[in-house]
């Protein structure tokens, strides 16, 4: 923990705080953390974005707070839902890739959200979409409930997850914790005709947004002469038709909450384990690079004794989702955890204290490890010990490297991400993967 005590005796001059301050000191009863696997947050209406794809999602941000400027742990699923649910950085708990030789399972010292809610008389539940969230590699401890759905290639209709959810919310009661996850919107990028009718335009050519083409791209190293502008034109169509659909999945999940008066009592949180590319760097799908478009996540947040309306410009990560719902039920986490509480930065304290170094990292090729200021990105490339340096404030996009003039401060930020480097993991050994299951990582575009 030297790193991140460090961190706080420079940046957090923090006072104690509770998660309502200015509101009354009523509390959520049960917790829906939805992730939705994929997820660029530039890409919903509330986050800017000028097509209509997340109407519903817009009014739940509306009622509760948004947060501009969150971060993932990792561009890539498994590590970011471990940083979800355990509070932890993927160099701490260990879960960040998906090699024989390397892949791993959740040490059990890395205490998870479900556990601690469990303990505490919850009824948890999981409703899983993805492989690497399933038994293996451990993110289904704590869970009374757990339930996996295996990705589907036939993609076009929404998968069973959403009626699932229902299902169980309908035969629970409170106080609850349900984790729902959703795939939809990752590759291959595919709706209901309703909604390709609304986003995708016109167009003549061969791509298709399935894995496999995209996948056979990147592997043959031609991605960026490969497509021109109408092809990643008709990637984005698809993709934001995607998201439309899943607007409408999580519409239903709230009117469930309501038909079983749950509403009121639950604080539901919104979020994404990782974005997508669209060629901004050459590239397409996810996994292998630190830029914005694949790290930056949407975060929301409505419930009880959440002000309304509230949109929260501090830099955030997905290492805060555990620590801030332990302080929103008033439960006080029983590990040192990465992640912050949130509850300050709507309560009354000087929220221009309240800054820190974030910290991210991806392991699939190589190593790239990324860390953040307010202001500042560095990405430091560990293979060919190469540091690049941008200015969101001016450059959000990360088209022009600025490292040359700014030396001293690429510096200070390599140091800080060789710290965190240095952390390290008891994280347990798994065995080899089976050939089905390598199989499933090609098809899903991890395994070329």
């Known amino acids: 923990m030297k790193l991140l005590s460090r961190i706080f005796l420079i940046f957090v001059l923090y006072a104690p705080s509770g998660c309502t301050n200015r509101h009354p000191q ?154 729902v996850h959703y795939y939809d919107v990752h590759s291959d990028y595919a709706s209901l005709s309703m909604y390709e009718e609304q986003f995708v335009r016109r167009y003549l050519g061969t791509i298709d947004g399935t894995t496999e083409q995209l996948a056979k791209l990147i592997d043959g190293g031609n991605v960026q002469e490969s497509l021109d502008n109408d092809d990643v034109r008709h990637l984005v169509d698809l993709y934001d038709a995607s998201v439309r659909q899943i607007d409408d999945e999580i519409g239903k999940l709230m009117e469930t909450l309501e038909t079983n008066g749950l509403l009121d009592a639950t604080l539901v949180v919104i979020t994404s384990d990782h974005g997508e590319e669209f060629l901004e760097h050459g590239s397409v799908l996810h996994g292998k690079t630190q830029f914005q478009e694949v790290i930056q996540v949407p975060l929301i947040m409505k419930g009880t004794g959440l002000p309304p309306g509230t949109r929260i410009s501090e830099m955030t990560s997905l290492v805060d989702l555990m620590p801030t719902i332990l302080k929103m039920l008033d439960i006080r986490p029983t590990e040192s955890l990465d992640g912050v509480e949130l509850c300050s930065l709507w309560g009354d304290y000087d929220r221009t204290s309240f800054e820190r170094f974030l910290f991210s990292e991806a392991n699939q090729v190589g190593a790239q490890y990324a860390v953040r200021l307010p202001r500042y990105k560095l990405i430091f490339d560990e293979p060919k010990l190469r540091a690049y340096l941008f200015d969101l404030a ?37 065995s080899p993967l089976t050939q089905e299951e390598v199989e499933a990582l090609k098809s899903l575009g991890y395994v070329q």
């Open 26 to 179: 009523t509390r959520p009863v049960n917790v829906i953390l939805i992730s939705i696997d994929t997820l660029r947050a530039d890409r919903l209406s509330c986050y800017g974005y000028e097509r209509p794809t997340s109407p519903i999602i817009d009014r739940i941000a509306a009622e509760g707070i948004l947060f501009e400027d969150c971060s993932a742990t990792s561009p890539w699923t498994l590590p970011s839902h471990a940083s979800m649910l355990t509070g932890l950085y993927p160099a701490r708990h260990g879960l960040k890739s998906f090699e024989n030789t390397k892949a791993a399972r959740l040490p059990k010292q890395c205490v998870t959200l479900a556990e601690i809610l469990r303990d505490r008389g919850y009824s948890t539940a999981a409703i899983v979409n993805s492989h690497y969230l399933n038994h293996r590699y451990g993110l289904h401890r704590g869970f009374t409930d757990f339930t996996y759905i295996k990705e589907s290639f036939d993609r076009r209709a929404p998968s069973e997850v959403g009626d699932k959810a229902a299902e169980w919310l309908t035969n629970h009661e409170a106080p609850f914790f349900l984790f």
């Open 394 to 430: 001016n450059d959000q996009r990360e088209q022009h490297d600025i490292s040359p003039e700014h030396v001293d401060l690429v510096a200070t930020l390599v140091e800080q991400v060789r710290e965190y480097m240095r952390l390290s993991s008891a994280a347990e050994p798994l």
